[in-house]
């Protein structure tokens, strides 16, 4: 099993910044893929940015400029930087983690999220 644990939300007037942090551990094999995820009341989750093993990125185009994904030295940290924030980032912010075996299976994780809210 593979745990995660977030931290870093909060709440925040629009224009302010914040950063999220979660830390991996557990049966880790092979990190494929860490990233964030959000989900908004009343809306699906939806990917926020994803870092890759070979540090390759990609961003939801509503928070490119804005936010920024990281990993730490550690590689089994992740942080996401949120910088200008909106009202509409409002959300409860999720760790992901895709943990490839040596038989190339892959597993996926969540934690058990982070609030983060924006007033205007």
């Known amino acids: 099993q593979v745990q995660l644990v977030e931290s870093g939300g909060g709440l925040v007037q629009a224009g302010g910044s914040l950063r999220l942090s979660c830390v991996a551990s557990?049966?880790?094999?092979?990190?494929?893929?860490m990233g964030w995820y959000r989900q908004a009341p009343g809306k699906q989750r939806e990917l926020v940015a994803t870092?890759?093993?070979?540090?390759?990125?990609n961003y939801a185009d509503s928070v490119k400029g804005r936010f920024t994904i990281s990993r730490g030295n550690a590689q089994n940290t992740v942080y996401l930087g949120m910088n200008n924030l909106r009202p509409e980032d409002t959300a409860v912010y999720y760790c992901?983690?895709?943990?490839?075996?040596?038989?190339?299976?892959?597993?996926?994780?969540w934690g058990q999220g982070t609030q983060v809210t924006v007033s205007s």
């Open positions: 992901n983690l895709k943990n490839r075996l040596r038989d190339a299976t892959v597993y996926e994780y």
């Open positions: 870092v890759t093993a070979t540090d390759s990125t």
């Open positions: 557990g049966s880790i094999s092979y990190i494929d893929s």
